[in-house]
């Protein structure tokens, strides 16, 4: 995510003509590379998922995820990426409060915890970028709602990725399903377009107008990802100069697929191997993506 062009008012109004120049479209042969790039980074998240224990430490998730990657041979589309000094590791991992962008470290986790995992893999200079929210053992009821409503945003937005619909849309979709559930969605960070750059155009804000913004076409690719905040939206970045956490200290939540706009309908590009799922136990699908929009390509 990356923080939007224009924090202030009606977001949808710098996703014009300007931002069109940008707009890189994907051939079919594009696409699977992406795909492929999407299924390392969904087993990336499944590996860090499985650490996620009561004493576990951040860098723990960490270290799962980077193992996955070096498996296949993919590089990491986080660690280096410039800041205010290049980014350490291979996730970010956030808790409780913080929103996005939490460095991975000493930090261990406790019951009751609700942990983001955000990763993004390349495959031959094609980028998939991921993300979901996970309770450490038994978790407060707002915590349970708040990941469920987080999640059902991302569906929401998945929905109208497809030729023909705007970026305001997308937006709406997000910010309707979140402020109906009495939550909010976060200002300053935004969807984004992908491919061989992580952060390409569109940006799409998690707040918007519904038949705003640019009109979607075949190939486009977009990391989806509602960043939702239990209390107010406003946030803060600590003193690591990477960490945003919620202003108020209340809970968060994050959920990312990387879609693509089709023909037929969207296309997850990182959600898990049907054929790799467990036959029993923990379904990356079951949880990341609650029902199935279309068939990866």
């Known amino acids: 995510m990356i923080r939007s062009r224009q924090a202030r008012g009606d977001a949808q109004e710098v ?19 992406m795909r492929e790039a999407g299924r390392i980074t969904a087993l990336a998240l499944d590996a860090a998922r499985r650490v996620i224990r009561p004493g576990a430490t ?3 998730v960490d270290a799962a995820a980077a193992e996955i990657l070096r498996k296949y041979g993919a590089g990491s589309a986080f660690k280096g990426y410039p800041g205010a000094y290049p980014y350490p590791a291979v996730t970010t991992v956030s808790v409780n409060d913080e929103l996005v962008h939490g460095i991975p470290g000493s930090r261990r986790l406790c019951g009751g915890d609700i942990v983001s995992v955000d990763c993004g893999a390349v495959v031959e200079g094609f980028v998939g970028d991921a993300a979901f929210t996970w309770g450490v053992g038994e978790v407060s009821a707002e915590a349970k709602r708040l990941m469920e409503v987080t999640l059902a945003a991302l569906w929401a937005a998945i929905e109208q990725m497809r030729p023909g619909k705007r970026t305001g849309d997308i937006s709406a979709a997000m910010q309707t399903t979140v402020e109906r559930a009495g939550f909010n969605v976060v200002r300053e960070y935004t969807s984004h377009g992908i491919g061989r750059r992580m952060h390409e155009d569109p940006l799409v804000p998690n707040y918007g107008v519904a038949g705003r913004g640019m ?9 989806l990802e509602p960043m939702v905040l239990a209390g107010g939206p406003e946030t803060r970045v600590l003193e690591d100069q990477w960490t945003v956490a919620s202003a ?32 029993a136990g923990f379904r990356y699908n079951d949880y990341f993506a609650g029902r199935r929009v279309a068939a990866s390509g």
């Open 15 to 33: 996703l014009g003509t300007a931002l069109r120049r940008g707009v890189v479209v994907k051939s079919e042969r594009e696409l699977a590379l």
């Open 58 to 60: 951040t860098a723990d």
């Open 215 to 223: 009109r979607l076409g075949a190939g486009m690719t977009i990391a």
């Open 248 to 279: 108020d200290g209340r809970l968060t939540a994050h959920f990312e697929h990387t879609v693509a706009a089709t023909e037929s309908g969207p296309r997850l590009l990182t959600e898990f191997d049907a054929n790799l799922d467990e036959p």
